[in-house]
């Protein structure tokens, strides 16, 4: 296998959420979807110490909510069952029923208490949970065959075009430490989380406050900086289990190689946001904004989630056309107070507005570039030190296509 070193991280492609020790995944098909896997789940040897976030849709779907209740009990998750095809939210009463009974039913399966089973759904929203096809799926997950990383990464997938992992391994008090995810997310993606679902495992140990400090400070830099239509959905979740199984010295902000545990968060993180980026639905571009120059962190944030959140920028990219106008539009109306005189604006490498004004530029030149998979915009406001990136696709008439239909 081939591995990559970047600055005391290494990165190991194909790499998930059975790369750490003591933890196992796998998937099985339970009948909610016609023919893939629906069913994933993940188990760890021991207790994990857990953090989360979660939607800031005010409906926020049943699994959610039990799974914040488990998590505030004892800050510990062992396990995780998650289905797809259908994401039991605004199913009221019935709804939480289903979703406490799949965490009950995994919970006997593995003979652990129920609180340590964390919950998630994803799919179709507003249609009952069909709960025996659920407890069918839970009852073949012994079986040796339904384990592999592979399998979880493809259970969980609604409309993506593929699965979503990445793995990172560092050194923290000498001892091997590793960080793997895998994640969902095509449609209803927009910062502030999405229709998107992350899981996260490391065999760090570390403290539950501890733990959910970093997910909060690496999901504003990875999670909450993709968008693809601008909708936030009702089920999204990131869930970290930290097990413990490495060995190192608790790790706390104070610990000398917090730093290096933080970059391989981050790490993780960021490249399963910028891949949920690129997989949006009919997509055929990963869009990157990079803002420096503000005042603050806060105005760069802004200003990148509003060029990327443009839905004049993602149709011009996605035909090619280097319309800078919608690139500076965006940026007025961020809410943010700039200096028009001061923005500098760059499609790669070509520069087309400086000092506030147009730039002259081979258009030929604009237009090979924006045909490229992987585009890049670069905004200097020249004002101050703040940085910032936002990750997002193309916008396509095989978006329109897919959401016209998806339900029916």
């Not at 009463?93 to 039913?105: F, K, P, R, S, V």
Request: with cysteine.
């Amino acid at each position: 296998m081939q591995i990559t070193k970047e600055n005391k991280l290494t990165i190991i492609p194909g790499g998930g959420v059975t790369s750490p020790k003591g933890f196992k995944a796998g998937g099985v098909h339970c009948g909610i979807k016609r023919k893939r896997l629906d069913l994933g789940y993940i188990a760890s040897k021991v207790p994990a110490t857990a953090a989360a976030v979660y939607t800031t849709n005010l409906f926020q779907a049943a699994p959610l909510l039990i799974t914040q209740d488990s998590i505030k009990k004892e800050h510990k998750v062992q396990a995780l069952i998650v289905n797809s095809g259908n994401a039991n939210a605004c199913t009221g009463t019935q709804g939480l029923q289903d979703a406490a009974e799949m965490q009950t039913l995994f919970a006997e399966k593995l003979g652990i208490p129920a609180s340590y089973v964390a919950v998630a759904s994803t799919g179709v929203i507003g249609v009952p949970l069909q709960i025996d096809k659920i407890k069918s799926g839970i009852e073949q997950i012994d079986l040796p065959e339904y384990e592999s990383a592979a399998r979880f990464e493809q259970s969980i997938l609604t409309t993506d075009t593929g699965v979503k992992n990445a793995c990172v391994q560092f050194e923290i008090d000498g001892q091997e430490v590793t960080i793997g995810g895998a994640a969902k997310g095509s449609g209803m993606i927009h910062p502030n989380m999405a229709t998107m679902l992350g899981f996260i495992t490391t065999d760090a140990k570390i403290e539950h406050e501890d733990l959910l400090f970093a997910l909060r400070e690496v999901t504003n830099q990875t999670f909450n900086m993709i968008t693809v239509d601008g909708d936030t959905s009702t089920n999204d979740m990131v869930l970290v289990m930290a097990n413990g199984e490495a060995n190192n010295q608790t790790l706390t902000k104070d610990h000398p190689e917090w730093s290096v545990f933080i970059k391989g968060l981050n790490t993780v993180s960021e490249s399963l946001a910028k891949q949920i980026a690129r997989d949006g639905e009919g997509a055929t571009k990963l869009v990157e904004v990079q803002v420096k120059g503000a005042i603050n962190e806060t105005i760069a944030r802004a200003v990148s989630k509003s060029i990327i959140g443009s839905s004049l920028v993602k149709t011009a990219v996605y035909g090619a056309d280097p319309n800078w106008g919608r690139i500076v539009c965006a940026i007025g109306y961020s809410g943010q107070e700039l200096n028009p005189d001061s923005l500098t604006v760059k499609l790669g490498t070509i520069t087309v507005v400086e000092k506030g004004l147009p730039v002259p530029f081979r258009e030929e030149a604009a237009k090979a570039y924006l045909e490229q998979e992987h585009v890049q915009i670069f905004i200097d406001l020249n004002e101050g030190c703040g940085t910032a990136t936002a990750w997002g696709c193309d916008l396509t008439y095989d978006y329109v296509k897919i959401n016209a239909s998806y339900r029916t």
